[in-house]
């Protein structure tokens, strides 16, 4: 298994830009999960799917950040307009619901100027 | 709700010292499950164990242990003759059993190793 694949791994963008990350989780596995990485707030949880469905989407920022998951081995995170404070590290990870054990990918940085 | 304490924020050792790592959580939920995550300096999250909260074994794999004692709610992670290669960031994390439940992390420790 290739793992959750996420891309890009670097992200480098102008404010205001739109920008989409994407990822792919293990085949399988029915929950995904968007976290973001920061130094100041270190990780945190942004939204998860379980069988495609958003279940908690309260980590979410604001308005600026959706994500969707339109088939079971796709999902996308949407920043529109990006600003300079949403650089960070965004994970995705997959999951089996009732199995407890997450597996990361390997992260997209973003850098918004 | 959940949460993980992770005091250190970072421990400098000397190769071949053993080093603790500690991990104290809150949760009400009866049933549980911790972990453990490396975070190497290229940047990836690796897994490193997966303990449920009825099984209080101690676990050893190699030069890692981790011991399990839900009298103190601590879940702590030691690695024994610390190499340069084990410097890293270590999460540890809970995840409940009450419905729909997501992963909640600590700060981390940031360990470093010097030759």
Same mark, same amino acid.
């Given at each position: 298994d290739a793992g959750v694949i996420q891309s890009p791994r670097h992200e480098v963008t102008e404010m205001g830009q739109e920008v989409t990350l994407r990822c792919k989780p293990i085949s399988g596995h029915n929950s995904l999960f968007w976290y973001r990485q920061t130094m100041m707030r270190g990780l945190e949880l942004l939204i998860y799917f379980n069988n495609n469905v958003?279940?908690?989407? #309260?980590?979410?920022? &604001?308005?600026r950040f959706s994500a969707k998951m339109p088939n079971a081995s796709f999902s996308t995170l949407k920043i529109q307009? #990006? &600003?300079?404070?949403?650089s960070a590290v965004y994970f995705c990870a997959s999951s089996l619901a009732d199995r407890g054990g997450y597996t990361f990918g390997s992260g997209t940085r973003l850098t918004v100027v | 709700a959940q949460k993980v304490t992770q005091a250190q924020t970072e421990i400098s050792v000397v190769e071949k010292e053993d080093v603790t790592l500690d991990c104290v959580y809150e949760t009400r939920d009866t049933t549980y499950y911790l972990f453990w995550y490396k975070q190497p300096p290229s940047g990836e999250l690796v897994f490193l164990i997966r303990r449920n909260s009825f099984d209080e074994q101690n676990e050893i794999s190699g030069r890692y242990s981790w011991n399990f004692q839900k009298s103190t709610s601590s879940f702590n992670f030691t690695i024994t003759a =610390?190499? *340069? *290669?084990? =410097?890293a960031v270590y999460f540890c994390a809970l995840r409940g059993d009450t419905g729909f439940q997501k992963l909640v992390f600590g700060t981390g420790t940031r360990l470093l190793v010097s030759p």
């Open positions: 958003p279940i908690d989407d #309260s980590g979410m920022p &604001e308005d307009p #990006s &600003e300079p404070r949403d | =610390s190499q *340069v *290669v084990d =410097s």
